[in-house]
């Protein structure tokens, strides 16, 4: 573990994993983590403590973490010099020590790096964004019943119209491929692309969507969740969009026969009545899904759906049960997993001490789960519901909130600690 610039921690050790990618968690392991620009430092300030106070409660001092800063973003310029956004230290940290934490992260403007986010995401192959979507009691939420919509979902992260493949209108590029279409060997689809058009490539890859598809199946047997619902555009999309569907209901069947059914097949064959223990394989057309999480939402369990789907349905449900400052979020791959607040970096908050720290502490819920420390994710999860009912809440909660106490960005994270049981 030779780096540039970083000095890991002289005590504690580095999470390992085993051949079928599961991890070996050491009681004292080593986590980095980069604090995020904007609100991030505020953020990260009340989520620490909130962390090391529940690792404490639950294993009286048998167990710690060592935590390891990292760099990304605004602070990595200072450390790494001009234009070092992601540095190559941050990704093998990653890399070595399998888990991290992150704050969120500024999209630099003007060129070098599209976003460090989707950078990290395709460098480390994290695959999988995983977004849980649950009410909190108390949190003031847009719908009638908020409670309702209890569902995770699983993002593919790392191609579809996200991959960055797009040339801008006017560039030797854009008009090499619009000549490619209109006059070369594809001139017999009969389509004319417009001479003044942006290009964007949406490549979606059977080897892409097999894995998601996987890991949101495995994710409701383990979690002894009912189904699992393929969200895709494919009424119109077919060889992209309608394939994702079509190759996760193939894996489903091939990989998860004895224990998954089809939707179609429970209506067919079990009177739709789905038999005990089975995870019912369904699938819905991205725009109706919009519709479903409200009108429905309790039909739906894991969402497994590519990635700009994703990115818009995760959004939409979170606002539906309160808003992206208690989203949680995490990018795992077979090598590596990163957990992350979900929002962005609030800038016109950032050193105020007023944000809500909630996304980030969730974040790190998701993280001891995924280490196997799930009673400090349970402590932490019940404690923060507690401080909510309490109404000891941050400024966007508070404004919405009648009764409620305004406490800062560290006071959230202390009235958490304090309800810690
Ligand atoms: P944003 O930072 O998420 O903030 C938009 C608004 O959302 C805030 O003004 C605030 O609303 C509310 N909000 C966000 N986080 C909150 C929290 N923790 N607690 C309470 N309210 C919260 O979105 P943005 O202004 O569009 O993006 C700013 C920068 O962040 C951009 O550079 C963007 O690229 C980046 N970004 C990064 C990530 C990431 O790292 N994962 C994700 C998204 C965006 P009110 O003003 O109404 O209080």
């Given amino acids: ?60 001092g048998k167990k710690s973490i060592t935590w390891f800063e990292i760099y990304a973003g605004e602070k990595a310029l200072g450390v790494y010099g001009a234009n070092a956004w992601l540095p190559q230290d941050t990704l093998q940290a990653i890399r ?16 070098g790096i599209r976003s460090i986010n989707v950078a990290l995401r395709q ?20 719908v009638k019943a908020p409670q309702d ?32 279409l209109n006059n070369g060997p594809c001139k017999k689809l ?29 994710y409701a047997l383990q979690n002894k969740l009912p189904s699992v619902t393929f969200v895709h555009k494919g009424n119109i999309m077919k060889f992209t969009e309608g394939a994702f569907s079509a190759w996760a209901y193939e894996m489903g069947k091939a990989e998860f026969g004895d224990r998954t059914i089809t939707e ?15 995870v019912v394989l369904k699938d819905r057309i991205a725009d109706s899904m919009f519709q479903q999480v409200l009108l429905r939402p309790t039909e739906y369990s894991v969402i497994a759906t590519t990635n700009l789907n994703g990115d818009y349905l995760s959004d939409a449900c979170a606002a539906q049960v309160g808003g992206l400052g208690l989203a949680p979020g995490a990018n795992i791959g077979d090598q590596a997993a990163i957990f992350e607040a979900t ?3 609030a800038p016109k908050y950032a050193g105020q001490n007023k944000i809500n720290p909630g996304s980030v502490i969730l974040s790190g819920c998701m993280m001891f789960r995924h280490m196997g420390w799930g009673e400090v994710a349970n402590r932490i999860e019940n404690a923060l519901a507690e401080a909510i009912s309490a109404k000891t809440v941050t400024y966007d909660l508070e404004r919405q909130m009648s009764g409620a106490t305004l406490v800062s960005c560290s006071g959230f994270g202390e009235a958490i600690i304090r309800h810690l049981a």
């Fill in 343 to 345: 929002h962005g970096t």
């Fill in 149 to 180: 919509l209890d569902v995770v979902i699983y993002r593919e992260n790392t191609e579809d119209i996200y991959l960055g493949v797009e040339w801008q209108e006017g560039s030797q590029e854009a008009k090499d491929v619009i000549e490619y």
């Fill in 96 to 111: 070595d020590y399998k888990v991290a934490i992150k704050g969120p992260l500024a999209t630099p403007v003007g060129g």
């Fill in 1 to 60: 573990m030779a780096y540039e610039k970083l000095t890991p921690p002289k005590t504690g050790q580095a999470i390992t994993l085993n051949a079928d990618h599961s991890l070996n968690v050491p009681d004292h392991p080593i986590l980095p983590f980069i604090e995020g620009d904007g609100c991030g430092a505020d953020i990260w300030r009340a989520a620490q403590p909130v962390f090391d106070a529940a690792v404490q409660k639950v294993f009286g």
């Fill in 123 to 142: 460098e480390l192959d994290l695959y999988a964004c995983v977004r849980p979507v649950r009410w909190f009691d108390g949190v003031p939420s847009p």
């Fill in 264 to 278: 179609a097949e429970v209506v067919e064959k079990h009177n739709g009545q789905a038999p005990a223990g089975k």
């Fill in 190 to 218: 009969g389509k004319t692309l417009r001479k003044d058009s942006g290009i964007g490539i949406k490549p979606i890859s059977i080897m892409g969507s097999k894995r998601l598809a996987r890991a949101a199946i495995v």
